[in-house]
């Protein structure tokens, strides 16, 4: 078809954030949003908006991922959280902030609903929506503006947006100049789109945090085992950006990743990266949701054929992790026990985050051929007050003592695979600061692990 045939219809449904959220019937029962640069700031607002007058006849289950401070603060208006329920499987600071805004507000308006946290693998997060409700009556989400064939692009949130997207009863989008235009599976057509707004806004940016000596030497150990020709997934913080200042020495690496951020990207333009030695996507760095610090990172990813952005049912999936050789997966715990168990998004039982991609790349990378999967942390908390170490674990179980190979702090690293329970525990302790190793050796031997 002719392009103007595509601008036409464009132009037939384009209309204002307040229409287009007019377009929801009023008795919709699922809402799905897309995430962090994915999340379309002026529908939101229109969004809370319309349910905090009273729009929705039935309390709508809206599905939020994860996203910046200032559009979930939309959510936080006592009249919106009366008339949805919200539900989220990772929270992040600000979401907990909602939710303790929301257990408060309770105690004077009963009929809130507090918002829920959904435990769940992130490879699987589209699945268990679709388990638990069928198919989103709609899905609202930001997008690149729409090329000479009549494609929107998904630009850095292919995440849970792409099988969302294709299974809802109605697309919503918002075009923003700033969202940039990858390649992968991404793209929806103008005729698959119900409405869509024009709103241009900044797109989110992590905050740069410096780093610590404990980082530095995490950073080093963990360096060591990356071989050149090696597959890469990195997470965001201080011990993935140390791992990744000292992977410009390697040579030919490749990326496969859930989050694309400041490390990888940098080992990118470093020229340490080509894609060459994969397994899959040969020549295609592989994320399915990118999040810089620096703004200006984002032009990069702009028309870029070498920048492929996928779902994570793919990205996420352990069988498609496993099949790129010398995969390196480096992730962050909270906790670790002398069992080998790990976990990573709960503190005295508290959420604080969620499970996110962590076992799924665990899996992935430790049945890769010459792969290898490592969980990471400094060896204290709160100024070397408490142990991450412990006897036995006192939160959630993130990631299973039978998946723990590669465990790492700033005293070393070791391979707990092979091992046996009271290996283990020995091997442990030496990762643990030296003043709680006395108490851990007691706690083990009264565990009879020692």
Not at 83 to 95: H, T
Not at 216 to 235: M, R, S, T
Request: net charge negative; with cysteine; glycine share 6%.
């Amino acid at each position: 078809m002719p392009a103007d045939h595509f601008d036409q219809l464009y132009q037939q449904k384009l209309i204002s954030a307040d229409e287009a959220i007019k377009t929801l019937a009023r008795d919709t029962k699922l809402i799905t949003f897309g995430c962090y640069c994915g999340t379309p700031p002026r529908l939101t607002q229109a969004f809370c908006e319309a349910a905090a007058a009273g729009y929705f006849s039935s309390t709508p289950d809206v599905y939020l991922l994860r996203s910046r401070k200032e559009i979930v603060d939309q959510f936080s208006n006592v009249e919106v959280l009366k008339q949805i329920k919200l539900l989220c499987p990772f929270l992040g600071g600000s979401f907990r902030q909602l939710a303790d805004h929301a257990k408060e507000l309770r105690q004077t308006h009963p009929d809130l609903i507090i918002p829920h946290y959904l435990p769940e693998h992130f490879s699987l997060y589209a699945q268990g929506v679709f388990s638990r409700h069928g198919k989103p009556n709609v899905h609202l989400f930001q997008v690149s503006p729409m090329d000479e064939h009549g494609y929107f692009s998904f630009g850095v949130d292919g995440s849970m947006s792409i099988p969302l997207a294709f299974e809802a009863g109605q697309i919503i989008v918002e075009v923003n100049q700033n969202m940039p235009r990858t390649f992968g599976s991404g793209l929806v057509h103008i005729s698959q789109v119900s409405a869509l707004i024009e709103h241009n806004s900044d797109l989110m940016v992590l905050p740069k945090k410096p780093t610590s000596p404990e980082d530095h030497k995490i950073g080093e150990f963990v360096a060591e085992l990356v071989p050149d020709h090696a597959c890469i997934q990195l997470g965001i913080g201080g011990v993935p950006n140390e791992v990744g200042k000292r992977l410009k020495t390697k040579s030919d690496l490749g990326i496969h990743t859930e989050m694309l951020g400041d490390t990888l990207f940098e080992l990118i333009q470093a020229g340490n990266v080509s894609n060459r030695y994969k397994q899959l996507n040969v020549g295609h760095t592989v994320f399915n949701i990118a999040l810089f610090s620096n703004p200006d990172y984002y032009a990069y990813l702009d028309n870029n054929p070498t920048m492929a952005c996928h779902p994570a049912h793919y990205v996420n999936n352990p069988h498609i992790i496993a099949q790129n050789d010398r995969m390196v997966s480096v992730n962050s715990f909270v906790e670790i026990d002398l069992f080998g168990q790990v976990a990573s998004e709960s503190i005295n039982w508290r959420q604080i985050s969620g499970s996110g991609g962590q076992l799924d790349f665990v899996r992935g990378a430790f049945r890769s051929k010459e792969g290898i999967a490592v969980l990471a942390a400094h060896s204290t908390a709160k100024n070397g007050s408490i142990s991450k170490i412990v006897p036995r674990l006192q939160n959630i179980v993130t990631t299973p003592r039978n998946d723990v190979s590669y465990v790492a702090t700033e005293y070393g690293c070791t391979n707990l695979f092979g091992m046996s329970t009271s290996e283990r525990a020995h091997a442990l302790i030496e990762l643990a600061a030296p003043q709680f190793r006395d108490e851990l050796r007691e706690e083990a031997k009264s565990l009879t692990i020692y």
